[in-house]
């Protein structure tokens, strides 16, 4: 039987105001179904979101988006959250599981827009390649940011912080660590939602303790988001 990484996965990313889930709002979202030979569904969902907020302009210096332009572009939020609902809720009705690169930014933005505006989402099987890769590569020199590690498994990613290009890094991402690496490759998406939790709280009980400050040990929430859940 075909392994997870063999088949079509789901990948998820976002661009924000900033970097409070409960606080920020989101400005991009893409949902891409990346099909086993990298090729994209035309069922995938991508676009621009007024988050009705003014943008600040830390947050447009990395990804682009400006207030104005949200505003001239951008879709509501419920909306927004409508289209990521209805994919998520056919990955996860399919068995597909969500891929997310560091699920814990992503995802509670997510489930707050969603708590926001009333829209209900399946709970999906997560797989977090960054989490995997710095359990399976741990003393690999370098950075773990998204462009580095897509580099590193061969993916070109072309534009940064783009959320469409970003999910379909993740999914390539993804589909590398589980081929390389059989003890992530072979087991379920399901028996992968411990490992990763564990994954996640030893990498950040090593910062912490490096660090000499607390790091945030909850997956694929963060401690003080586990209420959106």
Not at 145 to 158: K, Q
Request: with cysteine.
């Amino acid at each position: 039987m075909p392994h997870w990484f063999e088949h079509t996965l789901l990948a998820l990313d976002l661009e924000t105001t900033g970097l409070d889930p409960l606080e920020d709002r989101i400005v991009q979202a893409a949902v891409a179904l990346v099909a086993a030979d990298g090729s994209v569904c035309d069922t995938s969902w991508d676009g621009i979101v007024d988050p009705g907020v003014p943008i600040p302009v830390r947050a447009s210096d990395i990804h682009g988006i400006t207030t104005d332009r949200a505003r001239r572009e951008g879709i509501p939020p419920v909306e927004a959250l409508r289209h990521i609902a209805r994919l998520v809720d056919d990955a996860e009705a399919g068995g597909i599981p969500l891929v997310i690169y560091n699920a814990p930014f992503d995802w509670p933005f997510v489930l707050a827009e969603a708590q926001r505006h009333g829209v209900r989402l399946a709970k999906p099987e997560i797989i977090d390649p960054l989490v995997i890769d710095r359990a399976v590569d741990r003393y690999r020199r370098g950075s773990r940011r998204l462009e580095a590690v897509a580099a590193h498994y061969d993916h070109d990613l072309g534009q940064t912080h783009d959320a469409r290009a970003d999910a379909i890094a993740a999914a390539a991402i993804a589909r590398a660590v589980g081929t390389q690496y059989p003890d992530v490759g072979g087991v379920t998406p399901r028996a992968l939602q411990p490992l990763q939790a564990t994954w996640h709280a030893a990498h950040a009980d090593s910062l912490s303790r490096h660090l000499g400050t607390p790091i945030d040990h909850g997956w694929p929430l963060p401690r003080n988001a586990e209420h959106l859940a």
